[in-house]
């Protein structure tokens, strides 16, 4: 039992060594999508709501583990199954929100067709180019996964494996010097890194430079990360006091005029409570407001006025719409932000840029009939050309709206434009059940450590709050018995301000065009060592 379970060193070539090797190096299919199977459990567990982060740095253990000694094709379904159980599961809570079954699956295997890409690679990585497969093959994990997020209206930036370490600031520090991308690379590193000592302690495999570079760039990343994850920490020199709102949605065409104005009193109510505090700044969350500014005029007089009376500045979002513009134009609508001074006047406005594909545009709408299950029929919002910078007195900041919170280049690019702090503004009504909001909460808290900066987030029904440059949670809006989804209430902070900007901030997604580097190298070598 014990030599079929740990082959012996091949020292002969007798049929019986080499069967003991061969049950090592090329498991059975069967064996292989079990242990697919199972990184993709651990994958969900690690991420939210759950947030068993350790599974993070076994599912990528698993999932090679299951890819070891393989074929190609092996390869394939093994990466994709494990990525498909994950999404399915991962995102769950989408079905009961409305979004069609079929849409849903369909998602889920293009989302996993990237992982059944990377399982088909590393085999192939491991075979001809062993020199270099320990850094290729994180490497490769790295590209697909940022292919994937950033792929044009097919991007889909959710479940990331990075995002499993939002709770950890020693770990997500990472992301601090190499975005969310080096915190998948050192989990998939260190996977890479548990099954080569396995299989060299189990079949007498050589230890090659690359491993050694590999522990070296794990140890270098996760260093750098905790320090910057120190530094972030670090007391402010400078606050801003913020108050952000929750108090329900207001859904166009459901309800009466009524619910409308009894939806858009609660904010007011709840503005004037967190005054006494006396903040700087209110936020109200996406979709609280039952108008379309500028052109509402009741509305936009409404807000003036509780601006004046709470003496705060106020950042409310809605659905832009101003008479005033080109003809032709005036009809389009734009999801918008407006920031509000204490005197009532709008002093900014932000158009939102990054539009949620088949929500608020339909992609390839001039080449394209969609079928009714996917695409419904809608009327386009048009993306803002520009990003806002909102100033109050020394304190600069910028707002995103939603969907663009998922995009690490979203938020990069408008937090490098010398800000002080970040606000996340969102609707996630859409689901009544919570675990897509807790995944969102811990993507923006990504967001924030990638650049340095404190976030304050308002969301119509939770998670709201703050988040420090390190990614911890200061403050959540939570109600009498503690609960923060579903919560009506208000909640303040004193914001740091930003002091020096991340590497990330400055460099941006810098590991990636490192890891395509040496995906290209691994090429270079397995086309010589095929021509040998």
Known sequence: MTSACAPSRP??????SSTHRVSWERPGAARALGLALAAGLAWVLAAPPFGWWALGWLAPALLLLALAGQRARVGC???FLA?????CLFGWWLLPAGVNAAAYLAGAALCAAYAGAFGAGAVVLERRAPALAPLAIPSLWGVLEWLRANLGWLAAPWGVLGDTQSSRPEIAGVAALAGVWGV????MGAGVGVVGLVRWRRAALPVRPASALLALALVGLLAAGGVLAHRAAAPPERTLRVAVIQAGRYVPGQGTRA??????????????AAAAEKPALVVWPESALPASLPSDVAARAALADLAREVGAHLLVASSGRDKSRPAGAADRWANSVFLFSPAGQIEARYDKIRLLPFNEYVPLRRWLDWPAWIARDMRDAEAGAERTVFRIGEARFAALICWENLFSREFRASAA???DFMVSLTNEAFTEVGPGREQLFAINRLRAVENGVALARAATTGVSGFVAPDGRVAARVRDASGRSLDATGWAWHDLPLAAAP????RFGDWIVGAEVAILLAAAVAAKGARGT
């Open 11 to 16: 020292t002969s070539t007798s049929p019986r």
């Open 77 to 79: 379904a093994a990466g």
């Open 83 to 87: 990525a498909f159980a994950f999404q």
């Open 184 to 187: 998948s690379f050192v989990l």
């Open 259 to 272: 619910d409308a104005l009894a939806v858009f009193e609660r904010y007011r109510m709840l503005t004037r």
């Open 417 to 419: 434009q010398g800000v």
């Open 502 to 505: 991340t590497p990330y901030r």
